[in-house]
């Protein structure tokens, strides 16, 4: 199993549309997490961090769901601007982060 | 605050020749992290260092290598170059030592093998 997966997508949407995405990850030791977005050819940026009680930013919600070994991703009313690769990154104590692969969004008007 | 930053954005190689990639992280980091992006995948762990020290290296033959200087500015080399170590290689950087906190990435290096 590999130690995070994502749905590799592509998400197509409209504008204004909600999408959710999520990610699992294998080691249950694992004690940080956060959300990248990589836009084409470009660095991944920090989007947000996740907690433990659920976390939100602007249109933005975040979930982690220890017991199944699960995040989300949750974005509201979609922007032409929000397409991008969505990484979702793990990490236990004392190593460096491990990152999923990623999942495509496409927003079309 | 100035970002991470990395030179060269572009660099062009032959097989068999060395590569050098610099890296300087954003101030008050000490942690300096290298990945590797080949087209269409995702990022690859190389190596993490900080405060001098390497302290975790991905799964990558001995070729690839690097270290960190005490201004925490920090050098990927990547000798004997190989076709398919054309790729964006990207540095981040954070604070702190357990591995735990967000990174935040610079611009990258494009290599080519020619």
């Known amino acids: 199993r590999k130690e995070v997966e994502q749905d590799p997508g592509p998400f197509n949407v409209p504008e204004g549309a909600t999408v959710a995405f999520n990610c699992t990850y294998s080691n249950s030791a694992s004690q940080s997490f956060f959300w990248y977005r990589q836009d084409c050819r470009k660095e991944p940026k920090l989007l947000m961090s996740?907690?433990?009680s659920g976390n939100e930013d602007g249109r933005f919600t975040a979930q982690l769901n220890r017991a199944s070994q699960y995040i989300s991703l949750l974005i509201r009313d979609s922007k032409l601007s929000d397409s991008a690769t969505y990484l979702c990154v793990v990490n236990q104590a004392g190593t460096a982060l491990i990152f999923g692969k990623g999942t495509t969004l496409s927003v079309s008007s | 605050e100035a970002g991470v930053t990395q030179s060269p954005t572009h660099l062009i190689k032959t097989r068999g020749q060395q590569a050098t990639l610099r890296c300087s992280p954003i101030?008050?980091?000490?942690?300096v992290y290298w990945y590797q992006q080949a087209l269409g995948l995702g990022l690859q762990f190389l190596l993490w260092?900080?405060?001098?020290?390497?302290?975790n290296r991905g799964n990558f033959p001995p070729r690839f290598s690097g270290r960190q200087f005490p201004n925490y500015s920090s050098e990927l080399n990547v000798n004997a170059l190989e076709l398919e170590d054309s790729a964006l290689y990207l540095c981040?950087?954070?604070?702190?030592?357990?591995?735990?906190?967000?990174?935040?990435f610079g611009d990258g290096t494009r290599l080519s093998i020619l």
């Open positions: 101030s008050g980091h000490t942690s």
């Open positions: 260092y900080d405060e001098g020290e390497e302290r």
């Open positions: 996740v907690y433990s």
């Open positions: 981040a950087s954070s604070k702190g030592a357990h591995g735990n906190q967000p990174q935040h």
